[in-house]
């Protein structure tokens, strides 16, 4: 079966905002916040926390020299000058015509694995496109005793790196795709250990997932129940569809796990457009083996599966969440839980939606069932001004402290900015409570005239219904009434997709499309 979402989505708000410096961390660097130039075009893709509290921040440039880097802060931010060249490990080759996606892998031995996407080569024309895996040891140098002198070549026929993971055994998994007869088809790597062993994984599963499909990879990966959990996004050229597709390998046959979605697979039309489609940003393995995955387009979708490939209708609208914060433009690209198993989402106000010069990070908070909780700022989310440009990353400390990194302009160059935030005392808004998080029903919809709301919620002073035109204006707000329905009329309204919100408890608590159709 598949499920379909439209991806209609529209910015409601236009509410000016400033960063929230109250919760930089003064420990960190004296101020909070660390700042320096490792090239002029600084990106950061990859953060991890090793259990000694250091920081580890990969990423790379492109100008005035193509370089990948990872670099080691101590906990206090300082740079930590016993790990490889005062701090920073440099993979910058003349071979290097360009690199992205430094992902960096922790292991149980303190080791360090950096996976990068690389075009090698004296020119584009005959670069060859292929992952390296680098281990590194703890303090900074290459192991020499892993692959080939600490480095491993993927993809030799050419391909491209998207995610990865190490097992419990210290097998480093590496997801993404690979060019096959002009297309893009799903790829797995396993790397033994010791790097001296490299195989295809889970060949047959792969084949089965993307067989439908003209074009696919893999966007995130993780270990679930023992099986290797792959979710992406697949397309079909002819019908013009894209699919959000998710499934399980099984470890020992590399076949798909039947029990899992429907024969193994997971399917949901995103609707694909040109110029306009999700892809998969991050999936996050909650406490209860649900998985919660993030779509980015111009603004941002959660969808949570069940580990039965079903989707949890107790999430958002049977198992599909739409993000609406008060801001320019909701477009999220990271999900990330704490030790107390609250659920934050990092994201920018991008250029390409919100129509501003500079781009801002946010730190927001949801509840469990994927409504939007407003923090105690001014809209309701934790601002981070610094960081103007691409690449925000971010990891929870075992305190409950934040590390956010990311790019900015100074001002003509990209540089680098690593933050340590505490906002302990701005997430102790109680939770939207259970009874105004049931779903909301508008029947017809479409509908030309007029159409029923029913709401599940009584009629007190903490409830309001809002109703949005596809402008996000505000066309109507009133108060519901004690039988929880109400006819809306809208026969002078223009076709397009409006927005109904229920507001309760000063919250959003539910929001639902509503597709009006002129009949004239």
Known sequence: MKYILSLLLTCLFLTPYSQDEAYLDNTFDSDGSVLFNVNNSDRTKSIAIQTDGKILVAGFSTFPSNEVFLFRLNSDGSFDSSFADNGIFTYSPDTLLQAYLPKVILSTSDKIFLIIRAFEGSTFENAV????VFCIEPDGSLDSEY???????????????????????????????????????????????????????????????????????????????????CVGTSEIYLDNQRFLTAWMIDPTTGELVSAFGDNGLFEMNIEYAPNFTYTVSDLEVLNDGDILILLTADSSVLVQLKSTGELDTSFGVDGVAEISFNLPCNRFHQIMSNSNGQTFMLGSSDILCSGQDDSFYHVAQLSNAGVPILMNTDDGTI????????????????????????????????????????????????????????????YPNPASTSAWLHYPIEADEHATIEVYDPQGRLLNSFQ??????????????????????????????ESIKLTVVNQD
Do not use: W
């Open 129 to 132: 496109e292929h992952a390296l």
């Open 147 to 229: 692959g080939n002198s600490g480095v491993v070549i993927l993809y030799s026929t050419g391909g491209f790196p998207s995610c990865a993971f190490m097992n419990s055994d210290q097998e480093l998994f590496v997801g993404g795709g690979k060019y096959l007869d002009d297309s893009i088809s799903n790829s797995i790597f396993k790397v033994s250990q010791d790097g001296s062993n490299i195989e295809e994984y889970g060949a047959i599963a792969l084949s089965e997932a993307g067989s439908i499909y003209d074009e696919g990879y893999i966007s995130d990966m993780a270990m679930l129940n023992d099986t290797v959990f």
């Open 383 to 442: 601002d981070i001004e610094q960081f103007l440009y691409d690449g925000g990353v971010a990891c929870f400390q075992n305190d409950g402290k934040l590390i956010v990194a990311g790019s900015f302009h100074n001002p003509s160059q990209l540089d680098f900015y690593v933050s340590r935030l505490d906002f302990q005392n701005a997430i102790d808004v109680v939770e939207v409570p259970s009874q105004v998080e049931r779903k909301m029903l508008i």
């Open 480 to 509: 519901p009434n004690t039988n929880g329905l109400v006819e809306l009329t809208f026969k002078n309204y223009e076709s397009g997709i409006y927005v109904v919100q229920l507001i309760a408890f000063g919250k959003v608590a």
